[in-house]
């Protein structure tokens, strides 16, 4: 089990940037795949992006390929997104989610993959 802190979020003119990061605690977060997720006001929650424990596979919604990168640094038990070109439509509450990563090169885009979830960040784009 991991427990899982996001910060980061805030305030941003479209075409802004910000990177949200996710601090896991617990001494196994390398073999852990982690994901974003995201939930705007009145919408279910969404896939935004994941990364497997090693690092080597990432997967991106579509909504945002070629704007977020996310990246990991085990090292420092750490999850980043990285969100360039906001758009007022990225503003949502941004979640961190953890799972035990099957193979080194395993990503999950589905809610119930995930067992652990972080409070969540808001982010809010201005037009």
């Known amino acids: 089990q991991v427990q899982l802190v996001e910060s980061g979020g805030g305030l941003v003119q479209a075409g802004g940037s910000l990177r949200l990061s996710c601090a896991a605690s617990?001494?196994?977060?390398?073999?852990?795949?982690m994901g974003w997720f995201r939930q705007a006001p009145g919408k279910e929650r969404e896939f935004v992006a994941a990364?497997?424990?090693?690092?080597?596979?990432?997967s991106y919604a579509d909504s945002v390929k070629a704007r977020f990168t996310i990246s990991r640094d085990n090292a420092k038990n750490t999850v980043y997104l990285q969100m360039n070109s906001l758009k007022p439509e990225d503003t949502a509450v941004y979640y961190c989610?953890?799972?035990?990563?099957?193979?080194?090169?395993?990503?999950?885009?589905?809610?119930?993959?995930?067992?652990?979830w972080g409070q969540g960040t808001q982010v809010i784009v201005s037009s």
């Open positions: 989610a953890a799972r035990p990563g099957t193979y080194y090169d395993s990503v999950y885009s589905q809610r119930n993959d995930y067992v652990n």
């Open positions: 617990g001494r196994t977060f390398s073999r852990y795949a």
């Open positions: 990364v497997s424990w090693s690092g080597s596979s990432t």
